[in-house]
């Protein structure tokens, strides 16, 4: 069974920074390439980041370019998310999805919540 | 960036109604559309790909149609379990949703 869980969401103070981790299993992880998008308490889903299979390509949105740098270890099966300079326009939940250039995100973790408050 | 537009933001129906939403892409993407569905406090849900395929296990009251710029989701027959919103996202180049669709009921 495909499972994909988040962690390292929390309360930062504007500026500061966060770690997100994604933590894979089920499939072989280093085959696809993975994406994180966030969704802003009572608003849409917002496309954040790319990263390709082997970490050798990465995409941001320029909402989160030159702030925000996605990773990924594939002999850990774990996808990252640094976050940096937040801001409160970053408070959402943020989620990990699997990509597949077929169908779009075909698996979603649960998410997990970044407040960004002072 | 590819911009994409649903339509109606808000849509009241009832069980058993059919139900069409809209999503337009700012620019041609093929085929390359998905569909999701995401309830209040859950992770989306892929329903749709590639414009019209079912994804598995999905009922097959959702059905996917279009190409190009314009798009359109069905729910046949509305069921209670299909009150959430929908979202489109196009995956041509790079990767866009629309704003989203709350099926409400009436």
Known sequence: ????????????????????SCAASGFTFSS?????????P???????????????????ANSVKGRFTISRDNSKNTLYLQMGSLRAEDMAVYYCARGSPMVGFDYWGQGTLVTVSS | DIQMTQSPSTLS??????????CRAS?????????YQQKPGKAPKLLIYKASSLESGVPSRFSGSGSGTEFTLTISSLQPDDFATYYCQQYNSPWTFGQGTKVEIK
Do not use: F
């Open chain 1, 1 to 20: 069974e495909v499972q994909l869980v988040e962690s390292g969401g929390g309360l930062v103070q504007p500026g500061g920074s966060l770690r997100l």
């Open chain 1, 32 to 40: 696809y390439a993975m994406h994180w998008v966030r969704q802003a």
């Open chain 1, 42 to 60: 009572g608003k849409g889903l917002e496309y954040v980041s790319a990263i390709s299979s082997n970490g050798g390509s990465t995409y941001y």
């Open chain 2, 13 to 22: 129906a009832s069980v058993g109604d059919r139900v069409t939403i809209t």
């Open chain 2, 27 to 35: 620019q041609s993407i093929s085929s390359w559309l998905a569909w």
